[in-house]
């Protein structure tokens, strides 16, 4: 039995810092999807959210906050909350939903507006809370991407310039695409210009915080054929899967790695897409495209490796091949990434999909990846061991 679903719709807000309400940005990236989709907002019958963290609360419970923002008219709804992964795990209850046939037609959405600078957790004290104590004690997120760059330069070789070049590829990516924040191309010596952040990363390298907003609309596969939508791009595989013990590489907000005394390491970001491709019945080289969770440049890099679109090691070349970019053979982050959006946190996974989706339909402009690929996967991680991989076929 298939377990496809079908995405009917995709919109967007674009990202930036525009000082309105998340709600805002959610109801025109959700009626941007309805229209594209071809669908009354009356006949969708489940509204799933990505939530973010407000006002005491997930994203003011983020499925009815936009199902009544679109006008109460009796669908369910569900709020889902996975850090950075928030979108995937509302994506993947609208699947669950759909293919349980409790529901034919569902929309799926994930909206944020970020305060400037670091993505915090909240005030007070908390010495519970991994989170907060990793802050108090100075660890923010660059000092994260900082050892995850230094460890490529140590295992492989990798060098500042190797980094540069994925902020020089994405920033042409993401020149060509509307819904960007940063849409200037760089060149290496303005990445090398750029104030240090966390050694060896500087600014060019980590991605910012933003505003924005991504929807879906998916439905049955016979919902689809009742509507003449056969060759609509379909949602294959959702993989949601934990860390296994023990953890081999330190992860946020974690401050230190599990003892693999007694047991094998394992990589966390690794075994995401392992589970997609065995969902969807498929391997890494039947990929065409990818878009991956760019905090920096340097985690680019480690996500190519984890995805298997190449060995261990072998990404930094890969990407001086010119194979990562538009027009290569595995172009990756064809959207710009988040080196060009900035990280709206119930967002970006959906954004992720919503970029695969316009490349397989052939509507991504200037950013048009070859006609070729067929298959695209995505690439996310959130906190507290939380992370996904998406993979979308036609």
């Given at each position: 039995m298939s377990r496809d679903i079908v995405i009917l719709g995709a919109g967007m807000h674009p990202w930036g810092k525009w000082g309105r309400s998340f709600i805002d940005y959610g109801v025109v990236a959700a009626r941007a999807a309805l229209k594209d989709a071809g669908v009354d907002w009356r006949d969708v019958q489940f509204v799933s959210g990505a939530a973010t963290i407000r006002n005491g609360y997930p994203g003011q419970v983020s499925g009815a906050t936009f199902a009544q923002a679109l006008g109460w008219q009796g669908a369910q709804v569900n709020t889902s909350y996975a850090a950075c992964a928030s979108g995937s795990q509302a994506l993947a209850a609208a699947?669950?939903?759909?293919?349980?046939?409790?529901?034919?037609?569902?929309?799926?959405?994930?909206?944020?507006?970020?305060?400037k600078g670091f993505l915090a957790p909240a005030k007070g004290e908390r010495p519970d809370d991994p989170d907060w104590v990793?802050?108090?004690?100075?660890?923010?997120?660059?000092?994260?991407?900082a050892l995850y760059a230094?460890?490529?330069?140590?295992?492989?070789?990798?060098?500042?310039?190797?980094?540069?070049?994925?902020?020089?590829?994405?920033?042409?990516?993401?020149?060509?695409?509307?819904?960007?924040?940063?849409?200037?191309c760089f060149t290496a010596a303005e990445v090398a210009a750029s104030p240090m952040v966390a050694n060896p990363l500087r600014l060019m390298d980590i991605c910012a915080t933003s505003d924005g907003a991504a929807a879906l609309i998916v439905c049955s596969v016979d919902y689809a054929r009742r509507l003449g939508r056969t060759d609509a791009p379909k949602v294959a595989a959702i993989s949601t899967v934990t860390?296994?013990?023990?953890?081999?590489?330190?992860?946020?907000?974690?401050?230190?790695?599990?003892?693999?005394?007694?047991?094998?390491?394992?990589?966390?970001?690794?075994?995401?897409?392992?589970k997609a491709y065995e969902e969807a019945g498929i391997g890494p080289q039947d990929v065409g495209l990818a878009e991956v969770y760019d905090l920096s440049t340097a985690l680019e890099l480690d996500w190519i490796e984890d995805l298997q679109l190449c060995a261990r090691g072998e990404a930094a070349a890969l990407l001086r091949s010119g194979a990562t970019q538009v027009g290569g053979r595995i172009p990756v982050n064809a959207s710009g990434g988040l080196a060009c959006f900035g990280e709206a946190v119930p967002a970006q996974a959906l954004a992720q999909v919503c970029e695969l989706t316009w490349q397989l339909r052939?509507?991504?402009?200037a950013r048009q990846v070859s006609s070729d690929a067929k298959v695209g996967i995505t690439a996310n991680q959130g906190l507290f061991g939380h992370g996904s991989s998406v993979i979308v076929k036609r």
């Open positions: 699947r669950s939903k759909i293919l349980s046939g409790e529901c034919e037609l569902a929309l799926v959405i994930g909206s944020d507006t970020t305060p990793r802050f108090r004690l100075g660890i923010t997120n660059p000092s994260y991407f230094r460890r490529r330069m140590a295992l492989y070789g990798d060098t500042v310039d190797d980094f540069a070049r994925v902020k020089i590829k994405n920033s042409k990516h993401g020149f060509e695409n509307p819904n960007a924040r940063y849409r200037k860390p296994t013990f023990a953890s081999g590489t330190i992860e946020m907000p974690d401050l230190a790695t599990d003892s693999a005394v007694s047991v094998a390491a394992h990589s966390f970001r690794a075994a995401l897409p392992v052939g509507q991504a402009g």
